[in-house]
């Protein structure tokens, strides 16, 4: 399975932004997805996942009521709504997937995508 994330930016406080993580293969929806997050000088840091049929979500407590994880099985992509983003929200976000599970620890994770840069500025 190949990730590339795409959608990252340089957005002010307050804004929203959908990041999109297009994933290769045949077999999309075996695969549990997840998005994590790593600031400057931090590690990396789990931010949401949702089951390979969409069906469960889960987000870490920072981000819960703000962003939103949903997927597209038709297009092999998933997605992270973020609003009312923050400063503390600038980070690099990455997606993976994870075979036949809904995991909130990275190593758990069998693939990884690049990485988008998301910058808020205050």
């Known amino acids: 399975v190949q990730l590339q994330a795409s959608g990252g930016g340089l957005v002010q406080a307050g804004d929203s932004l959908r990041l999109s993580c297009a994933a290769s293969g045949r077999t999309f929806s075996f695969y549990g997805m997840g998005w994590f997050r790593q600031a400057p000088g931090k590690d990396r840091e789990f931010v949401a996942t949702i089951s390979g049929n969409g069906g469960s979500t889960f987000y870490a407590d920072s981000v819960k009521g703000r962003f939103t994880i949903s997927r597209d099985n038709a297009k092999n992509t998933v997605y992270l709504q973020m609003n009312s983003l923050k400063p503390e929200d600038t980070a690099v976000y990455y997606c993976?997937?994870?075979?036949?599970?809904?995991?909130?620890?990275?190593?758990?994770?069998?693939?990884w995508g690049q990485g988008t840069l998301v910058t808020v500025s205050s």
């Open positions: 993976a997937a994870a075979f036949g599970g809904v995991y909130r620890t990275s190593n758990q994770y069998n693939y």
